[in-house]
């Protein structure tokens, strides 16, 4: 897994490529924990190039995804793939995580 | 799975006996006049009735019951019950839906013709249903067709049923011996073919694991959703091993013209009967894996022992 930080405005986008698992998603939980600790309002998840996401790393989503609401920050997930949105679907997750369709600009939008 | 005979055999709550009961039928007649009996009361009481039963036989009850079956959610237990460790997490969230009324529930999961080891997991269902739902408002009703069936299967269902209904009479079941699943079901896999491709991994293999399921379940002709759910439900059952099995495992996979077999060995135990059939919350913390691993795939089978866990798990290729 290797994940690319930006930081624009006050979002910090972190660009995903490559496959989480238990052997992989401690780096992203760091990555998304400095994120929140910084003055971005909203960490974007960029998953165009992310191949595979286990069920493990998606519960730690949903636990980045509460501790950012608790911060009044937002946790979002763009460009969401096939795998992903399936493996989000079955276990009703898509229900409790931001998911954004359609290009990363739109979540800059959004932000406050 | 022992556990369950030591700690729950003396402590079966008290309407369990009342609550599950196999209907052998031996005719068409036999079968819309068992299920009627069973839901009629239900139905004019105004309590939820669901009806889990292979497609041709809904037919003929929704012929009986006319306006009746209106009231009723039928759904077809061949696709419900293909993997028959789905039925008790889809019977708990109608139950959660009535939120407390009591829930007359038909469950056919076992019809002529189902594979021997469909057959199998198909009966440890049953015999886990008397564990599942201790003190819950439910009465299951289990049609057997007692004609076409094998005698075997039908001895299993009276060790599975505390209740029997056989020609319109009711009886309690001399075989039924508490909530415990029958030892039939609880024999050790056949050993994996010659041909299977075997790997081990531990931690940082996770990823090859993925890789061999996804390059052969696409040799063998599998779409690429297929693949897909294949990868994700053997990356769990392989994270269970690195967690729980001594910190790594030993995966087979082989496949056949209708089916892709996965396999997953390793050091640990598991010791819940009822893992993998509880429908996790969608923030739940842990017991996500094996419930994912059911949803996905056509069958598992799970046997578990003081010398390790085996779980093999089969996706029809149509």
Redesign the interface.
């Known amino acids: 897994l290797s994940i690319v930080v930006r930081e624009q405005d006050r979002a910090a986008v972190l660009a995903l490529d490559g496959?989480l698992?238990?052997?992989s998603i401690a780096q992203l939980e760091a990555e998304i924990e400095r994120a929140l600790r910084s003055d971005a309002e909203l960490v974007v998840l960029e998953l165009a190039d992310l191949r595979?996401m286990?069920?493990?790393s998606l519960?730690v989503l949903?636990g980045s995804h509460?501790r950012a609401e608790r911060c009044a920050k937002r946790l979002v997930l763009v460009n969401v793939g096939?795998?992903i949105r399936?493996?989000l679907t079955?276990?009703?997750?898509i229900?409790?995580l931001s998911v954004l369709d359609g290009p990363l600009e739109l979540p800059q939008k959004l932000a406050p | 799975m022992s556990g369950i005979t030591c700690t729950h055999e003396n402590e079966a709550p008290a309407d369990v006996g009342a609550m599950h009961h196999a209907l052998f039928y031996r005719d068409a007649e036999e079968y819309v006049d068992g299920v009627s009996q069973f839901v009629a009361p239900a139905l004019a009481a105004g309590e939820p009735v669901a009806i889990a039963v292979p497609g041709a036989k809904a037919g003929l009850l929704r012929e009986r019951l006319g306006d009746l079956a209106e009231e009723i959610e039928i759904l077809d237990m061949v696709e419900l019950g293909r993997n028959p460790a789905r039925i008790i997490p889809a019977v708990e969230m109608m139950l959660a839906k009535h939120d407390g009324q009591l829930l007359h529930y038909v469950g056919e999961p076992i019809w002529p013709g189902r594979s021997e080891e469909e057959v199998r997991e198909a009966t440890k269902h049953e015999a886990l249903i008397n564990l599942a739902w201790p003190g819950a408002r439910i009465r299951v009703l289990c049609p057997y067709d007692a004609t076409a069936l094998d005698q075997r299967v039908l001895a299993d269902a009276e060790r599975t049923h505390p209740q029997l209904i056989r020609g319109g009479e009711h009886r309690p079941s001399a075989a039924y011996n508490g909530p415990t699943v029958p030892i039939a079901c609880e024999q050790p896999l056949s050993a994996s073919p010659p041909d299977a491709v075997a790997l081990s991994f531990r931690?940082?293999q996770?990823?090859d694991v993925?890789a061999l399921v996804s390059e052969q379940a696409t040799a063998a002709g599998m779409e690429r959703?297929g693949v897909?759910?294949l990868?994700?439900a053997v990356?769990?059952l392989a994270?269970n091993a690195?967690?729980h099995g001594d910190g790594g495992g030993t995966l087979h996979v082989w496949w056949r013209s209708t089916r892709v077999v996965c396999q997953v060995d390793d050091r640990g135990r598991i010791t819940d009967p009822l893992a993998g059939r509880r429908t996790?919350a969608?923030?739940?913390?842990?017991g996500?894996?094996l419930w994912?691993v059911n949803?996905?795939c056509d069958l598992v089978e799970v046997r578990s022992s003081g010398t390790g866990t085996t779980v093999r798990v089969h996706v029809s290729l149509n």
């Open positions: 496959e698992d238990i052997a595979f286990d069920v493990t519960r949903v509460q096939a795998q399936r493996l079955l276990t009703r997750v229900d409790v | 931690l940082d996770l990823i993925r959703e897909m759910d990868v994700l990356n769990e994270t690195v967690r996790p969608p923030d739940a913390a842990g996500v894996g994912t949803q996905l």
